[in-house]
């Protein structure tokens, strides 16, 4: 059997009448012609001959590679039985590559896409923290009269500081419930769209929201305790240092 490249060359152009070609001295009838390889393109410029004939003209000991296509889920069963279809005396000597079975790709592929959705969700946490902060920062600097004339009234460093840790823990709230909002949409519609039952986890919509006053917590932490270390005169005044 010859590749299609290598059958031009040769000028073998039909093989209904068994067309010979010589390989040094000896001549070799053409019953075949391959002309569609997909994955090994190289083979279209092979030669090739049965296994007893390349062992009896060649003296080749043995195959070298051996590619078997197969259908999908039959890798284990090839890999079971290829050493003993090809090396029967010797099975221990063949070593066999079958691809790995469809759920072990499917848990790689979803563990790589959970990855990257952790990773953009890490970076939206982020940057929603920084929003708040920078938020709540402005929030201060604007209020400084207010600050100062609560000092003067009597308020104390923690009540400002809980003033400022509720409203930004409110922000991070209300971010979280958009947020879970939109994704529980977003599920849904996609759902609706592709005809499947939505199966949505409501304690990961709960945690979304808790996790919203967390973060929104802690990005309010700095500008309140800063808030809390201003004077009252210097508040009142509409400075702070």
Known sequence: VLGSRAAQRLGVLRVDRQP??????RPYAVIGVVDGVQRRSDLLDAVFL???????????????????????GAGPVIAEQAPYALEPNTPESVSVQVPPPPPSVQKDVQADVNAIFLALGAVALLVGALGIANVTLLSVRERLGEIGLRRAL???????????????????????????????????????????????????????????????????????????RIEPIAALRGTAH
């Open 154 to 228: 009597g308020a104390r460093t923690r009540d400002i500081v809980a003033q400022f840790l509720t409203e930004s823990g409110v922000i991070g709230l209300l971010g979280g419930l958009v947020g879970a909002s939109l994704g529980v949409m977003v599920v849904v519609g996609v759902s609706v769209a592709k005809e499947w039952t939505p199966i949505l986890d409501t304690g990961a919509v709960i945690a979304a929201a808790a996790l919203g006053v967390v973060i929104g917590l802690l990005a309010g932490a700095y500008p309140a305790f800063r808030a809390a």
């Open 20 to 25: 010979a070609i010589f390989i040094g001295e």
């Open 50 to 72: 049965p296994v007893g004939t390349a062992r009896a003209d060649f003296r080749v000991s043995g195959l070298d590679q051996a590619h078997v296509r197969i259908a999908v």
